[in-house]
T-cell receptor, first 112, second 113 residues
Framework: GNSVTQMEGPVTLSEEAFLTINCTYT??????LFWYVQYPGEGLQLLLK?????DKGSNKGFEATYRKETTSFHLEKGSVQVSDSAVYFC???????????FGKGTRLSVIA | NAGVTQTPKFRILKIGQSMTLQCTQD?????MYWYRQDPGMGLKLIYY???????DKGEVPNGYNVSRSTTEDFPLRLELAAPSQTSVYFC????????????FGQGTRLTVV
């Protein structure tokens, strides 16, 4: 079946540090991959996505590249800000009436 | 632009009571989902629906029921509430996967005492 494994946190970084949150997946066929972000007290919102191999999703300085050979979709940002403090979820969507599948989430705290 | 609307936002239930969490979306999405998020934890899928009249169990369906009589609405019913159902509940919707974004409601914080 479809599954997502992401690195567990919490992750604490100083402002302007480099961020990597690892995400790997298991799926048949050609899934789409997503990163969602959840700010305190809110629902999830889409951060970025990639729908085919070698695609790079990007938004708000965050990037992730769909690597089929390593079944990975790692999230990166070159210089984090305090406002990036949130929980980040990697997710996978596949065809065939299957539901959206989420990783367990990684809590990021950025300190000034 | 309402998107996905959940009601209520907060609720306290006594053990053994029942309630319905409402979810409605105005984007004509065919897929809808219910997740629960326990404190400090990730999302667990309770039920999902791929279209009106079609529902399926997720990872943690016990103690819950759903129905999908219209495209817009996907209510979640809790029967005989238990403390283990204390959680934040999120409803989401999307067009058919795989490439489409899911939109989430703001959540319902439920406490069972």
């Amino acid at each position: 079946g479809n599954s997502v494994t992401q690195m567990e946190g919490p992750v604490t970084l100083s402002e302007e540090a480099f961020l990597t949150i690892n995400c790997t997946y298991t799926a048949t066929g050609y899934p789409s991959l997503f990163w969602y972000v959840q700010y305190p007290g809110e629902g999830l919102q889409l951060l970025l996505k990639a729908t085919k191999a070698d695609d790079k999703g990007s938004n708000k300085g965050f990037e992730a590249t769909y690597r089929k050979e390593t079944t990975s979709f790692h999230l990166e940002k070159g210089s984090v800000q305090v406002s990036d403090s949130a929980v980040y979820f990697c997710a996978l969507a596949n065809s065939g009436n299957t539901p959206l599948v989420f990783g367990k989430g990684t809590r990021l705290s950025v300190i000034a | 632009n309402a998107g996905v609307t959940q009601t209520p936002k907060f609720r306290i239930l006594k053990i053994g009571q029942s309630m319905t969490l409402q979810c409605t979306q105005d984007m004509n999405h065919n897929y809808m989902y219910w997740y629960r998020q326990d404190p400090g934890m990730g999302l667990k899928l309770i039920y999902y629906s791929v279209g009106a009249g079609i529902t399926d169990k997720g990872e943690v369906p016990n103690g819950y029921n759903v129905s999908r009589s219209t495209t817009e609405d996907f209510p979640l019913r809790l029967e005989l509430a238990a403390p283990s159902q204390t959680s934040v509940y999120f409803c989401a919707s999307s067009y058919s996967p795989p490439g489409t974004e899911a939109f989430f409601g703001q959540g319902t914080r439920l406490t069972v005492v």
